[in-house]
């Protein structure tokens, strides 16, 4: 496998954002839409006794930028059954890039656009009045949480593209790990122990709980955010790899 070939095949990724201006807007619009939405829904609302001070939209936005990253799972499914059914996959397989290499783009391109699209997130929250007790190596550490959880939502969508044959089954078959965890992962309904311990079980919390932390100003040596971060290393490596296999068996062989 080839660097150089990977980097030109991610180039050619985050071309199709300026070639193709309807994927741009989405990208761009997607998130700043989500948080004016959990604004406008959330922005009055104070139901945490502990801090009275912070508003719901406030105690979601670590949540929300989460949101902002797995929604492209679907987007990467629906991508690669355009690309399927237009035959630019057949087309991939005769290149001098091995098919490893690019899926390895594939992964990188929209890690890149996934933090981009998480701090467009935050950004527009401190706009709306967000207060975010964090650094400069604090924002370093929330890239690299928010790159994870995009290599998931990479992984997601590449397992959603290998069942689904078509755009239509593959926003159908999203639904399935989308809607979990925006309402659980995101902390948008975690209210008591009972749906904090359903929450586990969704990749974006470990995200989720670690930016609240560093949002707060927590120490950055708090053990549960290297605690966290290890085990979305694992979700996310154990996810990535089964649809990187899965998917070159059946679209590369």
Known sequence: MKTNKIYALVEVELKRLYRDPMIAAVLLLMPIGLT???????GNLYQDPARPEMSHFEYLVPGTMGYAVIYMGMMVALALCDYRNS???????????????YLGSLIIANMVIG??????VLLVSVLLGFEAQ????????????M?????????????????AKNTGAASG??????VPMMIFG???????????????FMPNFYATDSLTYIFN?????????????????????????????????????
């Open 36 to 42: 004016l939405v959990f604004y406008f829904a959330l």
């Open 87 to 101: 035959g630019i996959l057949k087309r991939v397989s005769s290149t001098p890039a091995s098919p490893g290499e």
């Open 115 to 120: 933090v981009v699209q998480s701090l467009i």
């Open 134 to 145: 964090v650094g400069l190596v604090g924002l370093v550490l929330v890239a690299v949480f």
């Open 147 to 163: 790159g994870l959880l995009s290599v998931t939502a990479v992984g997601m969508g590449l397992l959603t593209a290998t069942v």
């Open 173 to 178: 078959l999203s639904m399935i790990f989308i």
């Open 186 to 200: 995101t902390f948008l309904a975690v209210f008591d122990e009972t749906t904090y311990n359903i929450a586990r």
């Open 217 to 253: 100003g927590a120490s950055l040596s708090e053990p549960v955010l290297w605690k966290n971060l290890l085990i979305l290393f694992v979700i996310s490596l154990v996810i990535v790899v089964a649809g990187i296999q899965l998917f070159k068996r059946t679209e590369f062989r």
